[in-house]
């Protein structure tokens, strides 16, 4: 873990209220982890907001410069994308622990429901370039207006599927129901899932996981509040537990295996 004031180098809206950032850092390019997170602040004087907020990795671009996405819901993030090249922010990171990568073998689908997208683009990124897999993606948005992120998923060569809510683009519906009907398909290989995205996706895809008997990874969104392990404040039920009934996602996750938490309470 390292602490760093970085200088940014970009800082472009991209999408409807979506942002995409990047900051050169030498030295944590070279130890992230596709599902790690930072903890930033924007290294204003003012201290409002007081805490930092925790933000998936993004990617890495030229081996260097680290991106965050993001989108604008709060009053921190509001400020964050009010930065400019040349400012400076304060980082913290990288924290928790990252996916584990399938065997060169196996099947890869990555299920991303709006900006879910964040950490499985770096998990794309990383895939292709360990084990040059072939990546399967299925995206989901509430409408046109918020999809981002295609043009440069298709340049890793991920082959895209993509819901909308509204059926302004792609397929009209939920993400789940894309993996849905792609597991209702003969498939003579199974696929090693990993998503990322709200609660209610990811409890329906983590059960539908389990249920088929296969592998599923889940990167979960919750609030963090110091993203140390010191305020349990992102605690969750762990399931089957042996000596140990709650998760802390900033230490133990943000990434689990699915069937280690307790979805009936989540």
């Known amino acids: 873990m390292l602490e760093e004031v970085v200088s940014i180098e970009f800082n472009r809206e991209i999408g409807k209220d979506t942002f995409l950032m990047g900051f050169r850092s030498p030295l944590l390019a070279s130890c992230a982890n596709p599902g790690q997170f930072l903890m930033i602040h924007s290294g204003r004087e003012t201290r409002d907001p007081l805490l930092r907020r925790p933000f998936s990795i993004h990617g890495i671009q030229d081996k260097n410069t680290l991106m965050i996405l993001y989108k604008i819901v709060g009053k921190g993030t509001s400020?964050?994308?009010?930065?400019?090249?040349?400012?400076?922010?304060?980082?913290i990171g990288p924290l928790g622990n990252g996916f584990t990568f399938p065997r060169p073998t196996e099947r890869t689908l990555l299920v991303a429901g709006g900006m879910g997208?964040?950490?499985?683009?770096?998990?794309?990124?990383?895939?292709?370039?360990?084990?040059k897999h072939e990546i399967t993606m299925f995206l989901g948005f509430p409408t046109?207006?918020?999809v981002v992120m295609t043009d440069q998923l298709k340049d890793l060569n991920v082959d895209l599927s993509l819901t909308t809510e509204d059926g302004s683009l792609g397929m009209k519906g939920l993400v789940s129901d894309l993996l849905d009907q792609h597991l209702s398909?003969?498939?003579?290989?199974?696929?090693?899932?990993?998503?990322c995205g709200p609660t209610p996706m990811l409890k329906k895809i983590a059960q539908k996981a389990i249920t088929c008997n296969l592998t599923c990874y889940v990167c979960l969104e919750v609030y963090m509040a110091c993203g140390l392990g010191i305020c349990q404040?992102?605690?969750?039920?762990?399931?089957?537990?042996?000596?140990?009934?709650?998760?802390?996602?900033?230490?133990?996750?943000?990434?689990?295996?699915?069937?280690?938490?307790?979805?009936?309470?989540?």
């Open 79 to 91: 400020l964050l994308s009010a930065l400019k090249e040349g400012d400076a922010i304060s980082l």
């Open 117 to 131: 997208i964040a950490p499985l683009f770096f998990l794309a990124q990383a895939l292709k370039k360990a084990h």
């Open 144 to 146: 046109s207006q918020e």
């Open 185 to 195: 398909q003969e498939l003579t290989k199974k696929p090693v899932i990993y998503a």
């Open 233 to 266: 404040g992102c605690a969750v039920k762990a399931a089957n537990s042996k000596g140990k009934s709650y998760h802390s996602v900033c230490q133990d996750g943000p990434v689990f295996s699915a069937e280690t938490i307790d979805w009936e309470v989540m």
